[in-house]
Nanobody, 124 residues
């Protein structure tokens, strides 16, 4: 059974940076798209970024374009989210996720395997 474990969250001042990591168990990591999503208090879970299985295609939510970068290391079965110029509106629990089928997906309901999340808090 595949498990995803996020790390790297924390408290940072506005304008600061954090790098999130998501380590995946199992031997099929390189076959699947990986995504980052976030959920702020009182809000629905929203898409942040996705990266194709070989890292060739990436997509970002408009709110994070130019500030966040998704990448992956298939050799170490890890996906990363580099977050720069953080804003208070970026405060949320960040989740990494993987779909159960091969393909490229951007919607949360297309992802079946989720980590427990890591809290990111940006102070003003």
């Amino acid at each position: 059974q595949v498990q995803l474990v996020e790390s790297g969250g924390g408290l940072v001042q506005a304008g600061g940076s954090l790098r999130l990591s998501c380590a995946a168990s199992g031997r099929t990591f390189s076959s699947y798209t990986m995504g980052w999503f976030r959920q702020a208090p009182g809000k629905e879970r929203e898409f942040v970024a996705a990266i194709s299985s070989r890292g060739i295609i990436t997509d970002y939510a408009d709110s994070v374009k130019g500030r966040f970068t998704i990448s992956r290391g298939n050799a170490e079965s890890t996906v990363y989210l580099q977050m720069n110029d953080l804003k208070p509106d970026d405060t949320a629990v960040y989740y990494c996720a993987r779909p159960s089928r091969v393909g490229y997906f951007l919607r949360a309901d297309e992802y079946d395997i989720w980590g427990r999340g890591t809290q990111v808090t940006v102070s003003s």
